[in-house]
């Protein structure tokens, strides 16, 4: 099964939207394997946000970023990094998809609520970075017995 990192950004946090996130990722099926709150440095998110450092608009998603401590989740699943990020939408929310986290909670780009991994690539290299191994949990799930059939779990 394949892992995925989540993190409820600062607006999620602070508009009280994190049951909610939670809510769908575990309706869905998703397994959590791994949870918890920490503040984001500059370091950390230079190396978590390579792809658009150099970008004018940076600066402001770091402020935003660093502006109050997030929930970081490692959720599992069959094919979980595709799954979550259809949950989750588009990233520029005013245009996202009602149903989507950010179609259904947000209005701008920035403040999109929820960051999800792109690719397994990424995904493997982002659980790395925000969680130690002994922060990741190994469990039988009884409900996969209801979600996957014998050959997909
Ligand atoms: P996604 O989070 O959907 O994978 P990206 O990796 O392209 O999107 O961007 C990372 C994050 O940077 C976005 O979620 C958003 O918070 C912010 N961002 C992206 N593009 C812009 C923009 N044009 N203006 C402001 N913030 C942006």
Same mark, same amino acid.
């Given at each position: =099964? ?10 999620? @946090? ?23 709150? =920490?503040?984001?440095? *500059?370091?950390?998110?230079?190396? /978590?946000? $390579? /792809? ?22 490692? &959720?599992?699943?069959?094919?979980? @990094?595709? %799954? ?10 005013? #245009? %996202? ?15 999109? @609520?929820? /960051? %999800?991994?792109?690719?397994? #690539? ?5 659980? %790395? ?5 002994? #922060?990741?949990? $190994?469990?039988?799930?009884? *409900?996969? &017995? /209801?979600?996957?059939?014998?050959? #997909?779990?």
């Amino acid at each position: =099964m394949e892992r995925t990192l989540v993190i409820i950004k600062p607006d999620g @946090v602070q508009r009280g939207l994190v049951g909610e996130v939670v809510k769908r990722f575990e309706r869905k099926g998703l397994k959590i394997v791994g949870m918890k709150m =920490m503040p984001l440095n *500059e370091m950390l998110l230079r190396e /978590h946000y $390579s /792809h658009i450092a150099d970008k004018p608009f940076y600066p402001g998603v770091e402020d935003f970023m660093k502006s109050t401590p997030v929930i970081i989740l490692c &959720l599992e699943g069959l094919e979980s @990094v595709g %799954a979550v990020r259809v949950i989750c939408g588009i990233t520029k929310a005013r #245009e %996202a998809d009602g149903g989507t986290i950010r179609g259904d909670f947000a209005m701008s780009v920035a403040c999109n @609520v929820v /960051h %999800a991994s792109d690719t397994p #690539e990424n995904a493997q290299a982002e659980v %790395a970075r925000f969680f130690k191994d002994e #922060e990741l949990f $190994s469990y039988d799930k009884t *409900e996969y &017995l /209801h979600v996957y059939l014998d050959e #997909e779990r």
